[in-house]
């Protein structure tokens, strides 16, 4: 596609329950990164894939995060049990080269715990 | 933060007039990035300036580079209302600031 694609663009999940954030990345491109926005601050990283390759996910903030990407395309970022802090927005950048070249971001998912 | 330090946090300025914010940051870089987030929306690519680079332009965007002092900076010239958004700069290991948000009253 001609950008980077997040679905859901919203989501509210009850406290405790699962959710599935998915990241279409522009065709072709090699890297992959997942980061956490909170309101007014700027986005925290997540974890980072070159292809298929889970490079570095020091940034998951507990084992509840999951993240894959199984065919070096689609990505997506699971958190299991969600509490009230995981609300943020989540988004997803990609690149054609491997971490020398600018990244194009998606809009990011914004996802309410209730 | 993950990497370092935008500053101001926080600056208005007037259309037309010039703005300028910094960027600190903490491990050695092969190059730094620029960014521009409009309101609820996500990131967009600025400007990328590698290390042995001292100075970049893009259009109204200028950025420099000292390695000695870990520190960036990016100046818009004759701001528009339309660069109203929050800017924030990233290392080469794509870790961001908190960025400076950006006013620019009509």
């Known amino acids: 596609g001609a950008g980077v694609s997040q679905s859901p663009r919203y989501k509210v999940a009850k406290r405790g329950q699962d959710v599935a954030l998915r990241c279409d990345p522009i065709?072709?491109?090699?890297?992959l990164f997942w980061y956490q926005q909170a309101l007014g601050q700027g986005p925290e990283f997540l974890t980072y894939f070159q292809n298929e390759a889970q490079l570095d996910k020091s940034g998951l903030p507990s084992d509840r995060f999951f993240a894959e990407r199984p065919e070096g395309s689609v990505s997506t970022l699971k958190i299991q049990r969600t509490q009230q802090e995981d609300s943020a927005v989540y988004l997803c950048?990609?690149?054609?080269?491997?971490?020398?070249?600018?990244?194009?971001f998606g809009s990011g998912t914004r996802l309410t715990v209730v | 933060s993950q990497q370092g330090e935008e500053d101001p946090q926080a600056l208005s300025i007037q259309e037309g007039e010039n703005a300028t914010m910094n960027c600190s940051y903490k491990t050695s870089i092969n190059n730094l990035q620029w960014y521009r987030q409009n309101s609820g929306r996500g990131l967009v690519h600025l400007i990328l300036i590698r290390s042995n680079e001292r100075e970049k332009h893009s259009g109204r965007l200028r950025v420099t580079l000292d390695t000695s002092k870990k520190s960036s900076s990016l100046l818009i010239t004759a701001s528009r209302a339309a660069d109203t958004a929050s800017y924030f700069c990233a290392n080469g290991d794509m870790r961001f600031g908190a960025g400076t948000r950006l006013t620019v009253k009509p």
């Open positions: 065709s072709g491109h090699v890297s």
């Open positions: 950048a990609s690149s054609y080269k491997v971490l020398d070249y600018g990244y194009t």
